[in-house]
């Protein structure tokens, strides 16, 4: 009796908890459904909420303004807590810490008629309080599970703080280095663009958006932002429907895939179209073809810039294009507050456009929760900052270093990594203490006392390992007088190895509003540099910046490392790759060219009629002249996009493919597809990562396609000695491209496949796509 009891209880135990599972999946499909299809729920309780508002109180929503230290030109509004009580802001931006957010929320809960709250939004774009290497650095770990642990730890710190809306992923495809806002994004590559863009999105945004530790995220800036013409910010593109389609849409249909909440509309002008009033990618690809169910912001004023544009002669005119086109929430142009009512009232501007864009921003706060928890606990400030997220921003930073050159001169063995023997090491340089500068551009609520600058921990290191360290600043990042440059050398002449940390400002040189005309490095750092070198001890070149061009000191040092701006963890992350205690494992996710003539260089270009070829050398004489190249330039890169080495080696097996022909109607039915196998081993002596990178390129097809895409990577942790198999696919998705016809199909082809270390290298195969 009492065993048939115990067996009832447990059973009804049982029975509870899959209800309880099953109502927690259905929540999470809820959850996912509302943002990404529609919810009959949600819609209704959006739909009487609609039917309560004022035209007053439904364009208030449509409104975001600064309420902190200001991210672009300001409009000079301090009035926002009457504006909040009266219904007239949908969301602040620039708001940081759980008092403050809470106090405005407070406003919004308890003064506004309808009590709707607020949505505080800010650009937490690689870390909030715990700064990781900015998004370029991150892409170049090619380590998509980590990234999207560094925003899942950027959510938890700042939604605790109120902060539930971040205006990142950056998916910006950049293809030329002098646009200061290439350190934002995730380089030249849609491929990899659009796995960086997941990982950013699910990361920030959680299994679920209504977990209070969730951020919604942002995708930006749609589109065509990065290739801005001479890579000047904020300048003209022009990008024909098919690249658009190809090469700068991708990441963002990514984000959408993976249910990105919110979608931040672009500054430029595309094809004669600003971004920001732009119909046929806000309204047709975005919400047509993709069926995205968030909000579109626009970016800062660029609702009002439309006149700027020339598109508008007035503010009204400006508010109604952007509406009409698709932008929902105007980021502190105060347009759509100030102009839209009468532009109703006046029939011109369409009610059912401003009750879509008011239902889209308050799909998304219910989305998070707001409606039912719109305040956060106010724990104070917190000292520190969490060791969790430290230890994760030293992985991230290790991972996301790219050793470019680590070359043995004549009977000595390689700098790195820094031998045993050392006893004095030269510390060189305006980067190498600078600790403001290692939290690169967007640094959040980041803070410089955060910061390991690499004297702060190789200090340490020295220490524990009796070496001597001699420290000399050399020269300032920018201007600045030449009179440490003769003291640094001479501390290079008395060392076993100089360490020379060079490179760019973050907070003028990159980022925003920091376009360069030159990509050499700033100020009096190259004739520190040929000072230095001329000491004759070896030098470890480590550049903090952007991708420079370097071919003018590259050959004088015996090591280069690209650093990027690496977080707070900056130097102890350096220590243990340049001493060896772990390796160098990150590639290049864009090409490092030899001089900025060559700008924009990327990888994935055509091949013209008179590739320059195995002909690459200038000067060309006769016959040879003609080809598509310089008379005073390579084509090639310093160092091809994938590019990294590695303290090991690694060696890939000949390609194995499971057919060598195959028609286009199967793929393109989805029935068949190309399997690509290899084994790539680690014939070193140590451990080290591998990012094998698949590239294929077609011929034959009815528009030129690349010299080669990348379509795949796998990264491999490999110990000495052992070796892994890989499988990569190839099917309609990595073959089909935008034909003649403007459809996205396989076509008949010649495909080449490679399967290497980085855009340049690989063994290949062939195969043939017939009808
Ligand atoms: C302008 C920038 O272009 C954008 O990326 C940023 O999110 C907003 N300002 C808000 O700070």
Known sequence: MLIRCCAQIALCFAVVLVAILLAGAAAVRLQAHALQEEDPAVERRISALLKEMTLEEKLGQLNQFSAGRPTGPGTGRADYRQMVAAGQVGSLLNLTGARETNELQRIAMTQSRLKIPLLFGLDVIHGYRTVFPVPLGLAATWNTDLVERTARAAAREASAEGVRWTFSPM??????????????????????????????????????????????????????????????????????????????????????????????????????????????????????????????????????????????????????????????????????????????????????????????????????????????????????????????????????????????????????????????????????????????????????????????????????????????????????????????????????????????????????????????????????????????????????????????????VAAVVQAWHPGVQAGPALVRVLTGDTNFSGRLPVTLPRSVGQQPLYYNHLNTGRPAGSNDRPPRTGEEKFVSGYIDERNAPLFPFGFGLSYTQFEYSPIALSVHSLSARLLNSGSKDVRVTLEVGNTGLREGVEVAQMYIRQQGTSVARPVRELKGFHRLILRPGESKRLEFVLAKKELAFWNLDGKEVVEPAEVTVWVGRDSQSGNCAKFTIGD
């Open 171 to 556: 998916v910006d495809i950049a293809r030329d280095a002098r646009w200061g806002r290439i350190v934002e994004g995730a380089g030249e590559d849609p491929f990899l663009g659009a796995a960086m863009a997941r990982a950013f999105v699910h990361g920030y945004q959680g299994g679920r958006l209504d977990d209070p530790s969730s951020m919604a995220a942002c995708a930006k800036h749609y589109v065509g932002y990065g290739a801005a013409e001479s890579g000047r910010d904020y300048n003209t593109t022009e990008i024909p429907e098919r690249l658009l389609r190809e090469v700068y849409l991708p990441p963002f249909k990514a984000s959408v895939e993976a249910g990105v909440a919110t979608i931040m509309s672009a500054f430029n002008s595309l094809n004669q179209i600003p971004a920001s009033a732009n119909a046929f990618t806000l309204d047709q690809i975005l919400r047509r073809e993709w069926g995205f169910r968030g909000f579109v912001v626009s970016d800062w004023t660029s609702i009002r810039e439309l006149i700027a544009h020339g598109i508008a002669n007035d503010g009204a005119t400006a508010a109604r294009k952007a509406l009409l086109a698709g932008v929902d929430m105007d980021m502190e142009g105060g347009l759509y507050l100030n102009e839209l009512a009468e532009q109703v009232k006046n029939g011109r501007a369409v009610m059912q456009k401003v009750d879509e864009a008011v239902r889209r921003i308050l799909r998304v706060k219910l989305a998070l929760g707001l409606f039912d928890r719109p305040f956060v606990e106010d724990p104070g400030e917190r000292e520190g900052l969490d060791p969790a997220h430290v230890e994760l921003a030293r992985t991230a930073a290790e991972e996301s270093f790219v050793l470019l050159k680590n070359e043995a001169p004549a009977g000595r063995s390689a700098p790195l990594p820094l031998g045993r023997s050392i006893r004095t090491i030269a510390l060189i340089g305006p980067l190498a203490d600078s600790a403001g500068d290692m939290l690169g551009a967007w640094a959040g609520k980041g803070d410089a006392k955060d910061a390991v600058t690499l004297r702060d921990a190789l200090a340490d290191y020295a220490a524990k390992h009796q070496i001597r360290l001699l420290y000399q600043r050399g020269t300032e990042i920018i201007g600045g007088s030449d009179t440490g440059i003769a003291p640094a050398a001479a501390a290079a002449r008395s060392a076993d190895v100089v360490l020379l940390a060079l490179g760019e400002n973050a907070g003028e040189m990159t980022g925003e509003a920091a376009s360069r005309a030159s990509l050499s490095l700033p100020g009096l750092q190259e004739k520190l540099l040929e000072a230095v070198a001329a000491a004759g001890r070896p030098v470890v070149l480590i550049v903090f910046a952007r991708p420079l061009a370097l071919a003018s000191v590259e050959d004088k």
